[in-house]
């Protein structure tokens, strides 16, 4: 019974601190999806006109859809966190940058 209790006290935070790296990694990817799809919009609608240079600077996450992810669904953290799109960057409330 020793040894059951000794491998559950070591296995038990390892599968939690991987489960955390999992989500943080799927967060990012995630992030990175956001991201790419801003950079194709951008260019896709020829926003490269000097009238449209802040448009990566003021588009919010509010903004995003279905098209932008080609049928996809929009990324969500894993975690739950909020995205947001701060200065053309996609930050999660969680994950961070």
């Not at 491998?7 to 038990?12: E, G, K, L, M, Q």
């Not at 601190?17 to 956001?34: F, G, K, P, Y």
Request: glycine content about 6%; overall charge negative.
């Amino acid at each position: 019974m020793l040894i059951l209790g000794i491998i559950i006290a070591v296995a038990v935070p390892k599968f939690i601190a991987l489960n955390n790296e999992t989500a943080q990694a799927r967060c990012a990817a995630e992030r990175s999806a956001i991201n790419s799809a801003l950079i194709i919009t951008y260019n896709t609608l020829n926003l490269r006109d000097p009238a449209n240079a802040n448009w990566l600077l003021l588009v919010h996450y509010e903004d995003l859809n279905d098209t932008m992810f080609t049928g996809r669904r929009i990324p969500t953290c894993p975690d739950g966190g909020i995205y947001t799109i701060v200065n053309g960057e996609v930050e999660c409330s969680i994950h961070g940058k």
